[in-house]
């Protein structure tokens, strides 16, 4: 009857759960290929859709001394012995805890991280702790026979938070150093170098947004050369500093825009090149990922702009040719002809004077091909007000 009831309990226990266990959703635990499979094994009549790793699991909650028979039972169904609570708690610390040498001996023989840590709030302890805090003398010699420490020792270990998050890999001086995975408990990942507790070196993080990053990191931020694949299509290639954009780089749309040149923190700033899908083209400087200075603008149908920019407008002087022929020198307000100017046109014509708004307003000269002229004033692009003209005879 007693079994029974156990059995009732952890069932409730695994339901009410349920919450805990949705953040290792993911987490696929890898067959152990020394599972006892003796026929003479007590069955276990598992509840539907709860496998023995999943009732293992919900046994290392419980609080401590824990019922070793149960999980040996459990163990020898096939379930995973690396299964461990949400705070690190495994099959290995628990027979630390309580003394069983036969126990630790199985888990050795797992291959099972012998300095993995349980960490919770207040406390982080490895399975040697509970064998010297319980005065286990026989468990504690086996351990340190085994390399066993109090601490995280240098090498691979596996370290479990409170968050939810999990770290698989190398530490040094118990700090994460080396080869490591972090498993966040939103799904992200990050899988590559680490030092001193930080991501750094060369490593590949995947968020649980899809956005991919593959390259260097220092101090736990992109810094480096690296690739940046965006969930929207878009991807970044360059160099990076405290996870901006900064320095080359090269971006790519998704709608195959693209940009080459000069980044800082993350804008298009200095010298680059902007090619559109349109076949436009800018070549020359930014500032807060506007065009802004010297810059020359090829459209798509042969029209030219070559001088000064101003948030992504012709602003200041410059020179516009146009594909059949046409040019202009002189000063541009927001796009258009303003200020004083010279235009030619391929017929030998030409006007000096002032726009406003691509109209000629205003004093100006204009020079016709056989050689008349007239100085004086315009309105509406037309001659208009007081004015000279010189014939050419």
């Known amino acids: 009857m007693s079994k029974i009831c156990h059995n009732i309990f952890l069932v409730i226990f695994i339901f009410l759960s349920q919450g805990i266990y949705a953040q290792n959703a993911k987490e696929q635990p890898v067959p152990d ?51 461990t609570s949400r705070q690190g708690w495994s099959v290995l610390h628990e027979a630390a805890y309580q003394g069983d040498t036969g126990l630790i001996k199985i888990c050795l023989a797992s291959k099972l991280p012998i300095d993995s840590v349980s960490i919770t709030t207040t406390t982080r302890t490895t399975a040697l702790y509970w064998a010297v805090h319980n005065k286990h003398e026989d468990a504690e010699k086996l351990l340190v026979r085994n390399g066993a420490s109090f601490g995280v020792a240098d090498g691979y270990a596996v370290q479990l938070y409170d968050s939810g998050n999990r770290y698989e890999g190398n530490f040094l001086k118990g700090e994460k150093s080396g080869h490591g995975i972090y498993y966040y408990a939103d799904s992200s990942r990050y ?54 954009e900064e320095g080359m780089g090269h971006f790519f749309w998704s709608n195959h825009d693209e940009y080459e040149g000069h980044f800082v923190q993350g804008e298009k700033s200095g010298e680059g090149i902007f090619n559109w899908s349109t076949c436009d083209r800018y070549v020359g400087h930014y500032e807060h990922n506007k065009q802004s200075g010297k810059g020359s603008f090829y459209f798509e149908n042969g029209d030219i702009y070559e001088g000064d920019w101003k948030d992504d407008l012709e602003n200041g002087t410059g020179t516009f040719t146009w594909a059949v022929g046409h040019k202009y020198v002189g ?23 002032h726009y406003d708004k691509n109209i000629r307003t205003g004093y100006g000269k204009y020079y016709w091909v056989n050689k008349d ?18 014939y050419s005879n």
């Open 33 to 83: 290929p020394k599972a006892t499979t003796d026929t003479g094994v007590r069955e276990i009549a598992h509840p539907i859709g709860v496998s023995p790793t999943e009732q293992l699991r919900a046994a290392l909650e419980l609080p401590s001394p824990k019922d070793m028979a149960w999980l040996t039972t459990l163990l020898n169904q096939g379930a995973d012995i690396r299964t």
């Open 373 to 390: 002229k007239y100085f004086g004033s315009f309105s509406n692009n037309m001659r208009s007000g007081h004015g000279s003209y010189y």
């Open 331 to 353: 000063q541009f307000v927001n796009n258009e002809l303003s200020g004083e100017g010279t235009c030619f046109w391929v017929n030998g014509e030409k006007y000096e004077g």
């Open 191 to 244: 899988e590559g170098d680490w030092e001193h507790d930080e991501q750094s070196g060369d490593g590949v993080f995947n968020w649980s947004t899809g956005d991919i990053y593959m390259g260097q990191l220092a101090h736990g931020k992109l810094n480096g050369r690296g690739v940046f694949y965006f969930a929207s299509g878009n991807r970044y290639e360059g160099e990076w500093k405290d996870s901006y």
